[in-house]
């Protein structure tokens, strides 16, 4: 069993920041497991394809961005916790979407393509006003 269930979206204004959490549970992510999986958060606008935002690798070491939140957004995470954040500065209108998480059973790499992971959450919106 596995689940994560993402929360934080929300309404905000252009250049505003945003934290969203990703909470995992079940037996799959259970008894120190978390960390064996690289995390990333995706999002999808209304008619757009779902592109990658972040990633970040099991142990947090390694992380990887699109372009077009590098130096904005920033990507955490708690294993203690079994938690994944987003921290979203300087938003743009731009940036308004379903957000995604999603995890990868493995952890070393924190891959930008959407195949390799293998659990998503139903997303949580985030909508930036100009």
């Known amino acids: 069993q596995a689940q994560l269930v993402e929360s934080g979206g929300g309404l905000v204004q252009a250049g505003g920041s945003l934290t969203l959490s990703c909470a995992a549970s079940?037996?799959?992510?259970?008894?120190?497991?978390?960390?064996?999986?690289?995390m990333a958060w995706f999002r999808q606008a209304p008619g757009q394809e779902r592109q990658f935002v972040m990633a970040?690798?099991?142990?947090?070491?390694?992380?990887n961005w699109s372009d077009s939140v590098k130096g904005r957004f920033t990507i955490t995470r708690s294993n203690a916790e079994n938690t994944v954040y987003l921290r979203m500065n300087n938003l743009k209108v731009e940036d308004t979407a379903v957000y995604y998480c999603?995890?990868?059973?493995?952890?070393?790499?924190?891959?930008?393509?959407?195949?390799?992971?293998?659990?998503w959450g139903q997303g949580t919106q985030v909508t930036v006003s100009s």
């Open positions: 970040i690798s099991g142990s947090g070491t390694s992380t």
């Open positions: 999603a995890a990868d059973k493995t952890p070393f790499q924190p891959t930008s393509l959407e195949g390799p992971y293998d659990y």
């Open positions: 079940g037996g799959t992510f259970s008894g120190g497991n978390f960390k064996n999986y690289a």
